[in-house]
T-cell receptor, first 111, second 112 residues
Framework: GQQLNQSPQSMFIQEGEDVSMNCTSS?????WLWYKQDPGEGPVLLIA?????ELTSNGRLTAQFGITRKDSFLNISASIPSDVGIYFC???????????FGTGTRLKVLA | DTAVSQTPKYLVTQMGNDKSIKCEQN?????MYWYKQDSKKFLKIMFS???????INETVPNRFSPKSPDKAHLNLHINSLELGDSAVYFC???????????FGQGTRLTVV
């Protein structure tokens, strides 16, 4: 089945640094979602995006819906140790119930 | 109150056995899903039910059979378990008209 490609695959950063990651697809989506998964837990929704070009924030997190509708970006500002985890993007086409998930970005924060 | 709850959280079983994983959501959602997360953490949809009707059935071996007795429950039964079935299985739910899916904590299945 289709998967969305996320970049980078993993990253180590220092506490306090800003983080950027992206998600790309070969086809168009109408909705982009960003999830975070902590070890041993299920994914938790961080941000939902519904319109091309939309920029949405949730605390230190900011996500953008790419204007081509084939990509999305997530930024985390001033990272802290609890930001550690796997970040997944997910896309959904209108009229479908299916969420297609990205390959994940594994974030490790060094205190 | 847990919104989407799965039982058991851990399941270790021998090859060839049959096992079930249960999922319940108390969010009032009308759509439920099963996802499989492999050892590389890739999340892939397996099934989805909307108002107790199967609406998504990805290429999954027919040893896997979902059952939805009502809108709040979606169980997954697996026959003749194989080593390759070892993974974390996540249940999720959403509401028609909303794009936000909420996930359970997962069931880690280990087949030995």
């Amino acid at each position: 089945g289709q998967q969305l490609n996320q970049s980078p695959q993993s990253m180590f950063i220092q506490e306090g640094e800003d983080v950027s990651m992206n998600c790309t697809s070969s086809s168009i989506f109408n909705t982009w979602l960003w999830y975070k998964q902590d070890p041993g837990e299920g994914p938790v929704l961080l941000i939902a995006l519904y319109k091309a070009g939309e920029l949405t924030s949730n605390g230190r997190l900011t996500a953008q819906f790419g204007i081509t509708r084939k990509d999305s970006f997530l930024n985390i500002s001033a990272s802290i140790p609890s930001d550690v985890g796997i970040y997944f993007c997910a896309g959904q086409r209108s009229g479908t119930y299916k969420y297609i998930f990205g390959t994940g970005t594994r974030l490790k924060v060094l205190a | 109150d847990t919104a989407v709850s799965q039982t058991p959280k851990y399941l270790v079983t021998q090859m060839g056995n049959d096992k079930s994983i249960k999922c319940e959501q108390n969010l009032g959602h009308d759509t439920m899903y099963w996802y499989k997360q492999d050892s590389k953490k890739f999340l892939k949809i397996m099934f989805s039910y909307n108002n107790k009707e199967l609406i998504i059935n990805e290429t999954v071996p027919n040893r896997f059979s979902p059952k939805s007795p009502d809108k709040a429950h979606l169980n997954l039964h697996i026959n003749s378990l194989e080593l390759g079935d070892s993974a974390v299985y996540f249940c999720a739910s959403s509401q028609t008209g909303s794009t936000e899916a909420f996930f359970g904590q997962g069931t880690r299945l280990t087949v030995v």
